[in-house]
């Protein structure tokens, strides 16, 4: 079964780069690039006309730089991921970004499968990481769990446990048996106990407090 087509804009200020991206991506099945951004402010715009699955961000960009715009995105275009694909992989930068709403996080020492299946994932309401940025994501947490005490349901910590395991929303709501609004409902339920703001934080805390395999 073909995977389904994910509408791609390219935004990274440096043209070399932006242009062979944009050429990369043309390679890859079931990703359409649909326009290329030379910063953020460019970006929103593209998105704001509409037929945009993806974005996929650089960091660093005049105008305006890669997290305002995800920032921006994310609010006004809920149903947009972002990927940030960046040369820049320190905690600061990670942070940033996770906080404005990236949904992955790559390098660009990404390769073109890495990136494609980066792109699917992410448009299908998964979180991805480079390596290196998931070693990051769980260097600081506590090999022993920590005690809990946020009043989570039974049903709660078993959808958090698959948030931890990359599931998707529908793919938990087929992994439960249960619709995907009743997914949505628990998800926001269960952020609000933990006090996540993204599915990154949450996949955390699920490591912290040994909910996670």
């Known amino acids: 079964m073909p995977e389904q087509l ?3 804009v390219v935004a990274d200020d440096q ?4 242009e062979g991206l944009v050429a990369l991506l043309g390679l890859i099945d079931g990703v359409e690039v649909v326009g290329a951004a ?3 402010v460019q970006a929103i715009e593209l998105v704001a006309g509409g037929n945009v ?3 996929l961000m650089d960091l660093r960009m005049p105008v305006l730089d890669g997290v305002k715009a995800t920032a921006r995105i994310t609010a006004e275009h809920p149903k947009v991921a972002v990927l940030v694909l960046t040369t820049y992989a320190d905690d600061e930068s990670i942070a940033l970004a996770l906080r404005a709403g990236a949904r992955g996080y790559l390098t660009k020492d990404a390769g073109r499968v890495e990136i494609g299946a980066a792109l699917h994932a992410t448009a299908a309401g998964q979180s991805t990481f480079d390596p290196e940025v998931s070693r990051k994501l769980v260097a600081g947490l506590n090999p022993t769990p920590i ?3 946020d009043g989570l349901t039974a ?5 958090l446990k698959l948030i931890a395991q990359g599931l998707s929303n529908p793919e938990i709501a087929e992994h439960l048996f249960i619709g995907e609004t009743t997914v949505k409902t628990h998800i926001n339920n269960t952020f609000a106990k933990i006090g996540a703001r993204h599915r990154a934080e949450a996949v955390r805390y699920a490591y912290r407090h040994g909910l996670a395999d």
């Not at 049903?155 to 959808?159: D, L, M, N």
């Open 6 to 8: 994910v509408r791609v």
């Open 155 to 159: 049903r709660e910590s078993e959808v």
């Open 147 to 149: 005690p809990r005490t």
């Open 53 to 55: 699955d993806v974005v």
């Open 38 to 40: 030379a910063n953020g």
């Open 15 to 18: 043209q070399v780069v932006r």
